[in-house]
């Protein structure tokens, strides 16, 4: 039998879309999935935002559809008191089994906090659970290419062992951004190969994907492949 909270989603199914999405997140079984649209997951955050409703639901892990962990995910999102916020991080990240709700979760209130923020993204770096660290190393590209930026945080990046695909792929997206925002120092990584091979070879392609790098920086990095 549904919960009120899980035929509220099923309202907003769209077969089509499930079909597609449910083959973009393979460790996610296909039964598992309703074929709900992100936005309208964020709109539907936002109206329970705040209410009994949304409290219950936050205290009923682990959820039984991907579409409910992303409507967690987003509810934490919303909550404005930084404590809070982290706590109920802490408590989610153990539940998170897909690539896609890891990196669409991402509480606005910890740009207001890196300090206290990059302390637990040190402990979910040496964690054992697959999407912890992946949410780790986005959490790091996210608030701590810019301002934030320390040199350091790129050997924490390098220095994981490249055990697990999503973790593999999470570190060559950051090291591709790095060579986007902090090119100086993300480039020594690259000449004196200090990547693991598949993280190496995968940032390259994707930094010579991309639009924020120029073409002779781009001919330079396929020379380093």
Same mark, same amino acid.
């Given at each position: ?18 079909a597609f999405?449910a083959?973009l997140? !393979?460790?996610?079984?296909? &039964?598992?999935?309703?074929? *709900?649209?992100v936005?309208? %997951? +964020?709109? /539907?955050?936002a @109206? ?6 949304a409290?219950a639901f936050?205290?009923?892990?682990p959820?039984?559809y ?10 934490i ?26 990196d669409?979760?991402a !509480?606005r209130?910890?740009? &207001?906090?890196?300090?206290? *923020?990059?302390?637990?993204? %040190? +402990?979910? /770096?040496?964690? @054992? ?14 608030l ?12 924490l990046v ?6 697990d ?12 951004t ?21 993280v ?20 330079y ?5």
């Amino acid at each position: 039998m549904l919960t009120e909270m899980q035929q509220q989603l099923f309202s907003l199914q769209d077969e089509s879309y499930r079909a597609f999405h449910a083959r973009l997140i !393979p460790t996610v079984a296909p &039964a598992r999935v309703i074929g *709900v649209r992100v936005p309208q %997951l +964020r709109r /539907l955050a936002a @109206t329970l935002s705040g209410t009994d409703a949304a409290q219950a639901f936050l205290r009923a892990l682990p959820h039984d559809y991907y579409e409910e962990n992303n409507l967690h995910a987003f509810l934490i999102e919303r909550i404005r008191s930084y404590p809070a916020a982290m706590a109920e991080t802490e408590v989610f990240l153990p539940y998170l089994d897909n690539w896609a709700t890891c990196d669409s979760f991402a !509480p606005r209130i910890f740009a &207001a906090h890196p300090a206290e *923020v990059y302390d637990h993204v %040190l +402990r979910w /770096l040496r964690s @054992t659970h697959v999407y912890t660290v992946r949410y780790g190393i986005v959490t790091l590209m996210r608030l701590y290419l810019f301002a934030q930026f320390d040199p350091a945080q790129l050997q924490l990046v390098a220095a994981l062992p490249a055990r697990d695909y999503y973790v593999t792929m999470a570190a060559a997206w950051y090291f591709a951004t790095a060579l986007c925002k902090q090119y100086p120092a993300a480039i020594v990584y690259f000449e004196q190969r200090l990547l693991p091979p598949a993280v190496h070879a995968k940032a390259i392609q994707k930094a010579t994907e991309s639009r924020c790098l120029d073409s002779a920086v781009k001919t330079y990095l396929r020379q380093l492949k």
